[in-house]
């Protein structure tokens, strides 16, 4: 079986999708995935892929970011580790209890506001989007702080209508299922108790 499509009917997929470079914004969005790597040099750094939440233009938009909790360079894992726990916080965890996958895993599938910033490329490499800043989505004090774009919060009533800290121990206010997997079946968390994450 074969096709014969004239090329001018077909529009070309430039492979940018959910992976195109987005502006710096502050806008609502989930972790879909964790996954503990091994570092180039000594150590392990964990990478997150988030999503894009918030209604308009950039809805489904893709980040992947690299947390290197085990590194040589203590700064670096200083760095990391204040990121990880903005994030969880941002998901509405609390600030009592441990941080480790579990927790990581409990924050995945939950909304937050995320601070998306376009970094720099150097040495060959393209410029690629990070996310600078967790903030809670029913935060309102962090809507607004760029000029509104599609998508993007506003200095309007936050868009969620349930506070996510209390509801940790349920499921995630929003309704995309979540990919984590059970707290004590994450990789280099054999054994964990769960007690570990009390909400």
Not at 80 to 94: E, T, V
Not at 113 to 122: F, N, P, Q, T, Y
Not at 123 to 152: C, E, H, I, L, M
Request: proline share 9%.
């Amino acid at each position: 079986m074969s096709f014969d499509i004239p090329m001018n009917e077909v529009e070309t997929d430039t492979g940018a999708g959910s992976w195109e470079l987005l502006p710096d914004m502050d806008i609502k969005m989930r972790a879909t995935s964790v996954e503990e790597k091994r570092n180039k040099v000594q150590g392990a750094r964990l990478v997150f892929e988030f999503e894009i939440t918030a209604a308009g233009d950039h809805l489904g938009k893709r980040i992947i970011m690299s947390f290197n909790h085990q590194h040589p360079n203590s700064e670096t894992v200083r760095i990391a580790l204040g990121q990880l726990k903005a994030f969880a916080l941002g998901c509405g965890a609390p600030e009592s209890g441990r941080l480790n996958m579990g927790l990581l895993q409990k924050c995945l599938g939950r909304d937050f506001v995320g601070r998306v910033r376009v970094d720099k490329g150097s040495n060959g490499y393209s410029d690629r989007n990070k996310v600078a800043g967790f903030f809670p989505a029913n935060a309102p004090q962090y809507f607004g702080r760029n000029p509104p774009t599609a998508g993007a919060p506003t200095n309007s009533a936050p868009t969620t209508s349930a506070p996510q800290a209390d509801a940790f121990g349920s499921a995630p206010v929003n309704s995309a299922p979540t990919t984590s997997a059970p707290a004590n079946s994450a990789p280099g968390n054999a054994g964990a108790p769960d007690d570990d994450v009390p909400w």
